[in-house]
């Protein structure tokens, strides 16, 4: 990824995805999870203080490895298991079958393929394992999706790869999954572009 993709951009997500604003999502997403849970793009482990008790053990799929290593008082202060199993949500060496549950918090926005690596979710979790995600995607307005189709070449420039416009319920029912609650809203506090956030459960 270069230096700045490896240096900068995971203490940049560290610090602009750590507000608190973000916590009440992150503690919403992560409620649902229990048993053997895989997270893809854990970056720098902010999820780590929202896992519940009902979860058995994470395995964390992330390329950066300062991500990783800006995860470590966090994880040290967590009783769940985390271990780093993976660097690509778009190959995952597991099994079929292997999960209870997975969770995505604003990562399907940055992976480059994000419909093969919803196709991997599926095929990890057992039937019926559940997906749980918040992300940022394709706004309801055209007014601002003009906008997001206007900003998106620079912010993938500055954010890893971050795109603005992914239409994200429809990746997640195009790689076979059930949609069994979906939240689209914008998150009050930051630009409509950014901010089209959708938070959801889905069946695999
Ligand atoms: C905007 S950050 C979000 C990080 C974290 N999920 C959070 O909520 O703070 C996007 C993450 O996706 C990761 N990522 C990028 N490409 C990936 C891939 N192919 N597979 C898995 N994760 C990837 C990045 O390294 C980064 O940690």
Redo the contacts with the bound molecule.
């Keep these: 990824m270069g230096f700045y993709g490896d240096h900068v951009v995971?203490r940049i997500?560290n610090v602009a995805?750590g507000n608190k604003e973000l916590r009440q999502y992150?503690d919403r997403v992560c409620a649902g999870l229990s048993g053997e849970v895989i997270e893809?793009?854990?970056?720098?482990g902010?999820?780590v203080p929202s896992y519940p008790a009902s979860i058995a053990r994470v395995t964390a799929?992330?390329?950066?490895d300062l991500?990783w290593r800006l995860a470590a008082d966090r994880l040290a202060a967590s009783d769940v298991p985390v271990e780093r199993a993976g660097?690509?949500?778009?190959s995952l060496p597991f099994e079929d079958d292997t999960f209870d549950s997975a969770v995505?918090?604003?990562?399907l926005?940055?992976?480059?393929d994000a419909g093969q690596?919803l196709r991997e979710l599926r095929r990890v979790l057992k039937p019926g394992g559940t997906l749980h995600f918040v992300e940022h995607g394709l706004a309801p307005d055209e007014g601002v999706q003009t906008w997001q189709h206007r900003l998106e070449p620079l912010n993938k420039r500055i954010a890893?790869?971050?795109h603005l416009s992914r239409p994200i319920a429809d990746l997640v029912t195009g790689a076979g999954f059930t949609m069994k609650e979906l939240d689209e809203f914008y998150a009050p506090g930051a630009p409509k572009p950014m901010s089209a956030f959708k938070i959801g459960v889905a069946a695999a």
């Excluded at 926005?109 to 480059?112: A, F």
């Design positions: 995971p997500v995805c992150r893809v793009g854990f970056g720098s902010l999820n799929i992330e390329p950066a991500g660097l690509d949500g778009q995505s918090t604003w990562t926005c940055t992976i480059p690596a890893g790869g971050c």
